[in-house]
């Protein structure tokens, strides 16, 4: 059985919310009332999907959900729309964007799609997989992609997403959507909307408001612009998975060798309180992030758990909305149960690995 199945074709639907009246996004970029709050939250039924496209389309900013994590979604083919996501985020502008598309066909517009490439999209697209690929050269095909996309490389890391939001936002805007999970720069990425407007507030112009992500962890991002495919981020998409398909994956992080993603830095995903790992048990003054059957559990001024059940899906999908619950004032540390360094518990390690790195 595959770890991720499709979302799409399961029914989900839109809702049919209607829209607040258009007062920001397309309305900032030509001036509109400095007094007017941002940014707008929107139920995203089909009135709010169009707003937020003409949004985009002006060269503003919108966050929408994926399965992984929320997006702060820019036209990827405008130098400016990516620039303001760069600093909306205090981004560092050598830490190259996902471009994120709504099926393979698409995605060859901007970059060069080899059999292995075929073979992944077959079966992970749309989902949580972004490959990086040979970025399609100017001139060739109608490659429109923003040069900043990319901080210089020429590669591009490229996405369909598989939640009816995203979908649907692309389908209506019409662009490439460049989109790094919508928080600031090394801290914790977002999976409900409200996790977004603590994060980057009015530095965004709309929210499309599509509840809590299903998976929770950002997709995996696999480098096939080499001769041997290297996994640079765990996500949901396994790597047994993806060697199953297409052979020998190395990881960046065990092979000096390997190319490595500029973006994943050894401190990041990181709450304000330090993070403690391998925890069997929690001091007055820690938070407790917990795991498995915790009836007998003590310790800890509070204490969630990610799967009582000890399911790492659900470990998963909990694991950044837990620990932004237990990084409050007064906490000294946040401690964490060992998570087992299998299935999607390598994504969730290499996570909890980096929130517990030393600051830099
Ligand atoms: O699940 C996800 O991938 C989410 C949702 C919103 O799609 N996006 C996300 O984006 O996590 P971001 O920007 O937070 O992480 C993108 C990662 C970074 O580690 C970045 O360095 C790497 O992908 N990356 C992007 N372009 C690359 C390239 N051309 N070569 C190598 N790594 C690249
Ligand atoms: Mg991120």
Redesign the pocket.
Request: glycine share 8%; no cysteine; proline share 11%.
């Given at each position: 059985m595959l770890s991720w199945s499709p979302l799409l074709n399961r029914g989900a639907n839109l809702g049919n919310h209607p829209p607040r009246p258009l007062t920001y996004g397309a309305g900032r970029v030509k001036a509109g009332s400095v007094t007017e709050k941002r940014p707008d939250l929107l139920p995203p039924g089909p009135a709010a999907i169009a707003r937020a496209a003409e949004v985009l389309r002006a060269g503003g900013l919108v966050a929408?959900p994926?399965?992984?994590?929320?997006?702060?979604?820019g036209d990827a083919t405008s130098d400016r729309a990516v620039a303001a996501i760069f600093a909306a985020?205090g981004?560092p502008s050598f830490?190259?964007?996902?471009v994120?598309v709504p099926d393979a066909v698409t995605a060859a517009r901007y970059a060069v799609v080899d059999e292995r490439a075929t073979a992944l999209m077959e079966v992970y697209w749309p989902g949580?997989l972004?490959l990086?690929l040979p970025?399609r050269a100017a001139g060739e095909g109608e490659n429109g992609l923003s040069l900043l996309?990319?901080?210089g490389?020429d590669?591009?890391?490229i996405?369909a997403?598989d939640h009816p939001v995203?979908q649907a936002l692309l389908s209506a805007c019409g662009l490439p959507l460049a989109?790094?999970?919508?928080?600031r720069s090394g801290a914790v990425?977002p999976t409900a909307p409200h996790h977004v407007l603590e994060s980057l507030g009015d530095r965004v112009d709309v929210v499309l408001a599509g509840g809590r992500c299903p998976?929770g962890?950002?997709?995996t991002?696999l480098?096939l612009?080499g001769p041997t495919p290297a996994l640079?981020?765990p996500?949901a998409v396994l790597r047994e998975e993806i060697e199953r398909l297409i052979g020998p994956v190395v990881v960046a992080a065990d092979d000096p060798e390997a190319?490595?993603?500029?973006?994943?830095l050894a401190s990041?995903y990181a709450p304000s309180a330090p993070v403690r790992l391998e925890a069997t048990e929690a001091a007055a003054d820690e938070a407790f992030l917990t795991f498995g059957p915790d009836r007998f559990v003590r310790g800890g001024a509070a204490r969630l758990n990610l799967s009582t059940q000890g399911d790492l899906n659900e470990a998963a999908a909990n694991l950044f909305h837990h620990l932004r619950q237990l990084d409050k004032p007064g906490i000294r540390a946040i401690a964490v149960m060992a998570i087992p360094e299998q299935g999607l518990g390598v994504a969730i390690n290499d996570r909890l690995r980096r929130a517990a790195a030393p600051r830099g």
């Open positions: 929408f994926t399965e992984t994590v929320y997006g702060l979604g985020k981004r830490n190259p964007l996902i994120h949580p972004t990086v970025r996309v990319s901080a490389l590669t591009v890391a996405r997403p995203a989109a790094p999970s919508a928080n990425s998976v962890l950002e997709s991002v480098d612009s640079l981020r996500g190319p490595k993603s500029p973006g994943q990041h």
